[in-house]
């Protein structure tokens, strides 16, 4: 939010104590900003107070006060009154309410743009960028962050730009590239001299050197940084995902994520490989039942044909006298993918563990899920003392402290290569 008043335009008569704001923000001073203009209720006063109480964390005050600076603006100012939308966006984006409305963002851009401010309309586009982000929509974040050229922007916004790189790169696995980016990120935030954004790009590399997956092979459990499942999905193994419950090797993916009894039975086989699991074992997990009998087992036989049907070119699954085993076409190793630590509504967990207030319905929105889904889950994990609420209705939000020393990012919306 500091390039929000990076340059101006647009008629606003300007005074010392409005510059001397400004720059206090652009520089990430929100209390030297508040200590010239707190009690002043022009426009532009209104707007600088607005952002330096969003940059304190106070976003309904903030959003506010945004809007009374809109207002006070009147229609004559059209391009403060767009600096004003750009503003709320990003507090909206921050406070994890991703239902704001794209079209009077994109009217705002517009109207930026018409008017010379480029610094601003770029602002405005890296906005929605991160909330594409966000929500798991990497190709449409691609292709708008692709019409953007960061070379003659400020620093900070060069490191956004680099931040939205590295996120895309973590969620397809590309880990080099998103290193990459980051070192430029790092650069960027630097020249910026901004500690928030020095911040924001500390803990984009730390979810580079943080474990987030477990394998679990041949009675071997270890943990995996990213660039490790990078390496193993592109191998010669069959890989049960039990992150984004798919089974895969390098060239093919079947999802089961709408089949749990299949991908149960999938991750009891790979788990077991290369020997076989007893009837008895599979039937007792897959079907969560403590006694079996012949209409289980006559189940599990539809089951498996079912497993096998899905599978494809990946593998079989074969009859032994006990019970079943896996048996890979081309893959000279199966092992099981699985989260760093198992937990009940992980993919909640995903996104609360930003450390960001988010909304049940932007969760919703995250997860392609209901919302009376969504809050079930948050109910359950608030019980079990794992999340917390402050606000009530529509204003209500929701958090939780990271997982310490673990990384979700197999568990965030979006696809992994080659889904």
């Known amino acids: 939010m500091s390039e929000w008043w990076e340059s101006q335009s647009g008629g606003i008569p300007m005074d010392s104590l409005i510059t001397a704001a400004a720059r206090a923000l652009t520089a990430g001073d929100p209390l030297g900003a508040l200590n010239r203009v707190a009690l002043r209720d022009d426009a532009p006063a209104l707007a600088l107070r607005g952002i330096a109480m969003a940059q304190l964390g106070d976003f309904d005050r903030a959003t506010a006060l945004l809007r009374s600076a809109a207002r006070a603006f009147g229609s004559r100012e059209a391009v403060a009154r767009a600096r004003c939308v750009v503003a709320e966006a990003e507090i909206a984006l921050v406070s ?16 930026l743009e018409a008017h010379g401010d480029r610094v601003n309309a770029a602002h405005a586009r890296y906005l929605e960028v991160r909330r594409l ?28 730009h680099e931040l939205v790189v590295a996120g895309i790169a973590i969620r397809r696995l590309q880990t080099k590239t998103a290193r990459a980016a980051l070192v430029r990120a790092k650069r960027a935030a630097h020249h910026a001299g901004i500690p928030a954004l020095a911040a924001e790009v500390e803990s984009a590399y730390h979810v580079l050197n943080t474990p987030a997956a477990r394998l679990i092979a041949q009675g071997e459990d270890r943990l995996l940084l990213l660039e490790e499942v990078e390496a193993l999905l592109a ?41 076989d699991v007893p009837r008895g074992t599979l039937i007792a997990q897959a079907f969560r039942t403590k006694f079996a009998d012949e209409s289980h ?9 079912r497993l096998r049907t899905e599978f494809g070119p990946l593998a079989d699954v ?10 890979p076409y081309s893959a000279h190793e199966v092992i099981v993918l699985a989260r760093p630590i198992e937990e009940k509504h992980a993919a909640v967990l995903a996104l609360l563990v930003d450390g960001e207030p988010w909304s049940s319905s932007a969760l919703a929105l995250a997860l392609g899920a209901s919302q009376r889904t969504v809050q079930r889950a948050l109910d359950s994990l608030a019980t079990a003392g794992k999340v917390q609420s402050f606000g009530r ?17 197999l568990l965030l919306p979006g696809p992994l290569p080659g889904d």
């Open 297 to 305: 087992r006559a189940r599990l036989r539809v089951e498996v044909g």
């Open 133 to 160: 982000l966000l929500i798991g929509r990497l190709d449409e974040a691609e292709r708008m962050l692709a019409d953007l050229d960061p070379m003659p922007l400020p620093s900070a916004l060069r490191t956004a």
């Open 393 to 409: 209705g529509r204003a209500r939000r929701w958090m939780t402290p990271p997982v310490p020393g673990f990384t979700t990012t």
């Open 96 to 111: 994890r309410d991703l239902s704001w409305a794209a079209k009077a963002l994109d009217t705002a851009r517009e109207t």
């Open 318 to 327: 074969s009859a032994t006298k006990r019970g079943f085993k896996l048996v």
């Open 235 to 275: 191998s010669e193994t069959l890989v049960v995902d039990a992150c984004r419950y798919v089974v895969r090797d390098a060239h093919t993916v079947v999802s089961l994520a709408r089949r749990p009894v299949l991908f149960e039975l999938a991750r009891l086989l790979g788990e077991a490989w290369p020997e």
